[in-house]
């Protein structure tokens, strides 16, 4: 056992490497902008940087607003009495989660936790409180989320993301 010491050695200097890259990452993630559950004026208080425009849909009073994040991430938030009742997403990367679902991530969380898979399987959630169904691969990710006690009387939770 001559070169012992090497595995010690390159273990640390791993470690020196691999934790700013991971707090570089966390940083650099894309915020999103629209918040699942909280007022639509929330977004406006983002700061987004990026261009918005707004579309309207036709069906059960939902208005539409999306944004391109700088990473190319196509975020769309739908809005209903002022509350954002769902998100999709569209892009080469997964949106910033925790900011995109807000006060509900944590139950996403808690399900995962209960709910193991490998990190390349589709998430699946229905819950009566939040549904989440993401999936996609490198360069082509896409997911939706919703507040199923949140969605207006009459529409089509299936036009989502179309």
Known sequence: MPYAWTS????????RLVAPACCLMLACATPAHAALGQPATSIAA???PTPQHALQAATAGVSTQSVTTPDGVLVTEYVSQGVVFAVTWSGPVMPDLPSLLADTFPTL????AAHPAP???PIHMDTPQLVVHAGGHMRAFQGVAYLPAQVPPGYDITQLGN
């Open 46 to 48: 983002d700061g987004t």
């Open 8 to 15: 010690a050695w390159t273990n640390a200097w791993t470690a």
């Open 119 to 121: 990190p390349t399987r």
């Open 109 to 112: 969380r808690a399900w995962l």
